[in-house]
């Protein structure tokens, strides 16, 4: 069958892709003399087949000293280069080559993965060279730690297509879509021209071929007296549509483009996803793709479109597109969090973060416009800025001196920004968190984002570098007890939560890396430059804000490109008018501009505003 398929293969003048199981120790004994071409792929087969079915665990247990260790090391290295781009020397940094939080979990989770222990996600903070890591891993397997996998695991038991409890994000925007004015508050669209021909039937196709594959994407919502309730259908039409909207510029276009971004979705009936293509010529498109944030988060955005313009550019090239497996689906997610939340891991958890939120919790007394309405609309608009490339620079510098992320020197800024606002010495800002630090759910599509509470603490005689290592601090240990719903804990706390409010926290911080994005083809950032993916040639588009509503009263959503970091300072309308952030904006960066100056000076003399 093999030399049959390769015969095919090789008639064609076009190059031809065939897939076919070898055993190879039993084709090298039939071929007497093979091929040029037949033994190189035997030699190489035979070497696959030797690994093949084995864990890098199992490979080290058959190791011993010095050739396991170096085998440990080159593991890391790979896993290094991947992640970073580069392999640092064994004393030599990772924070000098770009680690953020991100890629600190990411390490943590494939390592995990690949030599069958639990790692924690603040790995390569604390073992912060590539030396150090590596003497640490040769250390935890040298203690005969049990090669399974102590992660909890997908359950492999059928889809939820009966009736279950809505997890706790997804509650809250439940609770929004039913209440706030502004619905489209929790709908995430995502924009792009696209210069070059499409077709609409293989983009519909492809968009199809998403809900498909992804159960999120047709799962259905209700309410049952006080239970918020989900369900997944075993099949939806995705729902897409073409419009011509002639030759007019595509400025005179954004109205009935926008009216379908804002469209409340129909969250008993579905589908929680549409699709748009609008044409002004062959080679003059704009595509419009939003899902409702019960259904889908950041990262999983990231994961459709990259999927969605792999698909589009195979059916392009005429054959059917091969995506790889689904290792787990939202279904086992949900599984995996009940779980989690009503074992022991949940109770440390609890224990952990009731501990943080002791005593009076401070509510955020910021200057407004407007005062607040006795019904939250959730009506927003972004403010676009950016941080120019000497002070991001500057930034960066300054966190590889003091031990620290970008992310970590951003919001300890921030926070001594709403310092300066409100005279407030205890602090609470919502950090946004993936929540996918088990690695097998980390391509999972659905909403598993969420937020922890970051409180700082700042004493009269602080200095900007004491702020700095108390916020790291703070953000390492919520790293590590990542996985409590917020929600779930206003609720321990006794916090009285509002349909449409936000819990313990007014104020949203985010540092997004924008090859997330890029990578996949989402283009995140207007003026970050074109791509071709699929065949197409996309560009991220200006015509529709990124973000139709607000959730808190502010949200800082940062995201950090090559040479500068990319900023939206997204504002409640009700309470703000533009001149005032803007204001803010311009205080932010004063402030930072002060800090990268003197980081030693005391919050005191750093004299950001007069409020």
């Known amino acids: 069958q093999g030399l049959e398929l390769l015969g095919i293969l090789m008639a064609h003048q076009a190059p031809q892709v065939g897939v076919l199981p070898i055993q190879w120790r039993r084709l090298e004994q039939t071929l007497t003399h093979p091929l040029p071409v037949l033994s190189e792929l035997l030699g190489q087969g035979m070497q696959q087949g030797m690994q093949q079915g084995t864990s890098l665990r199992q490979q080290l247990d058959q190791l011993r000293g010095e050739e396991r260790d170096l085998r440990v090391k080159a593991h890391v290295q790979e896993l290094a ?3 970073l781009g580069t392999v640092p020397g064994d004393d030599e940094n990772f924070l000098a080559f770009g680690l953020d939080s991100l890629m600190s979990i990411q390490l943590a989770n494939r390592l995990s993965m690949s030599l069958g222990i639990a790692l924690p996600s603040t790995l390569a903070f604390t073992y912060e060279t590539l030396g150090r890591l590596v003497h640490y891993l040769i250390e935890r397997l040298a203690d005969g730690v049990p090669a399974e996998r102590p992660l909890p695991a997908p359950s492999s038991a059928a889809p939820l297509t009966d009736w279950s409890l809505q997890l706790y994000n997804q509650r809250e925007c439940y609770l929004w879509h039913e209440a706030a004015a502004n619905k489209a508050c929790v709908h995430i669209p995502h924009c792009v ?12 196709k492809a968009l199809q071929t998403l809900v498909d594959r992804h159960t999120a994407l047709r799962t259905v919502y209700m309410r049952q007296g006080d239970d918020l309730l989900q369900r ?10 073409a419009v011509a909207v002639g030759k007019q510029p595509w400025s005179s276009a954004v109205g009935p483009i926008l009216a379908d971004a804002r469209e409340p979705f129909d969250l008993a009936q579905g589908p929680v996803l549409r699709g748009r293509l609008y044409s002004r010529a062959d ?13 889908a988060d950041a990262t ?3 994961v459709l479109v990259g999927e969605l ?4 550019g195979a059916l392009a090239e005429g054959s059917e597109p091969v995506l790889p497996a689904v290792r787990a689906d939202w279904a086992d997610f949900v599984r995996w969090q009940h779980e989690l939340l009503q074992g022991a891991e949940g109770e440390r958890l609890r224990r952990y973060w009731q501990s943080q939120m002791h005593g009076e919790l401070p509510q955020l007394a910021l200057p407004t416009d407007f005062p607040r309405p006795a019904q939250d609309s959730h009506h927003g608009h972004p403010y676009i800025f950016a941080l120019e490339e000497r002070l991001t620079e500057s930034l960066r510098q300054l966190a590889q001196r003091e031990g620290c992320t970008l992310y970590m ?12 606002y409100t005279r407030q010495r205890d602090l609470l800002v919502a950090a946004h968190v993936a929540n996918r630090s088990d690695l097998i759910f980390a391509d999972v599509v659905g909403y598993l984002a969420d937020t922890f509470p970051i409180r700082v603490q700042i004493p009269e005689d602080a200095t900007f570098q004491s702020v700095l290592h108390q916020v790291q601090r703070t953000i390492l240990a919520a790293m590590e007890h990542q996985g409590l719903p917020m929600r779930l804990l206003a609720e321990r706390l006794g916090a009285v939560v509002e ?8 104020v949203w911080f985010t540092l997004l890396p924008l090859r997330l994005f890029q990578e996949s083809g989402a283009l995140f950032q207007v003026g970050a430059g074109s791509i071709e993916r699929g065949g197409l040639v996309l560009e991220a588009s200006e015509l529709l804000p990124a973000w139709l509503g607000a959730w808190y009263d502010l949200e800082m959503i940062l995201t950090e490109g090559e040479s500068v970091v990319f900023g939206t300072l997204v504002y409640k309308t009700d309470l703000f008018v533009e001149s005032t952030v803007r204001q803010m904006i311009a205080d932010y960066r004063a402030l930072l501009e002060r800090i990268v100056a003197e980081p030693g000076q005391a919050v005191a003399a750093l004299g950001v505003v007069e409020v």
């Open 409 to 420: 020197v951003l919001m300890a800024g921030f926070q001594l920004l709403l310092h300066a």
């Open 193 to 204: 021209y696209i210069h070059s021909p499409v077709e609409s039937w293989r983009l519909e």
């Open 300 to 302: 999983a955005l990231s």
């Open 283 to 295: 080679d003059d498109h704009l595509f419009l793709l939003v899902v409702h944030h019960i259904a």
């Open 232 to 241: 997944i259908l075993p099949a939806q039409r995705v729902d897409f549509a």
């Open 309 to 312: 313009w792999d698909m589009y």
């Open 81 to 83: 280069l991947k992640l």
């Open 499 to 506: 349909p449409s409010q936000t819990v313990l926290c007014q």
